[in-house]
């Protein structure tokens, strides 16, 4: 089991940056896929980027180019940097395990992003 607290979130003007924290505890973090995902009141969660074990990453079309996901095995963390950023990616963004292609059911707290225009 991993579990997850995420941290870093906060007020940032449209177009700035922002550096999104990970930080997971339990023995199975360093042979575990990991994954950024953001949630909107009223709707679905969806996937912002993943990273493999050895840090191969896939993101999302939205933030391809500009949101870059890393992972630190020794300190059993994971971050998002994100830059540029829109309104429509200011959401409540967690982090969590994956298991194959699927993502653990058990969500940590999450951490909010707020646009501050």
């Known amino acids: 089991q991993v579990d997850v607290v995420e941290s870093g979130g906060g007020l940032v003007q449209p177009g700035g940056s922002l550096t999104l924290l990970c930080a997971a505890s339990?023995?199975?973090?360093?042979?575990?896929?990991m994954g950024w995902y953001r949630q909107v009141p009223g709707k679905q969660r969806e996937m912002v980027a993943e990273?493999?074990?050895?840090?191969?990453?896939t993101y999302a079309d939205s933030v391809m180019g500009r949101f870059i996901i890393s992972r630190d095995n020794d300190k059993s963390t994971v971050t998002l940097e994100m830059n540029s950023l829109k309104p429509e990616q200011t959401a409540v963004y967690y982090c969590?395990?994956?298991?194959?292609?699927?993502?653990?059911?058990?969500w940590g707290p999450g951490t909010q992003v707020s646009d501050s225009a």
């Open positions: 969590n395990t994956v298991h194959g292609n699927e993502v653990d059911d058990d």
């Open positions: 339990g023995s199975s973090f360093r042979i575990s896929a």
């Open positions: 990273i493999l074990i050895a840090g191969k990453a």
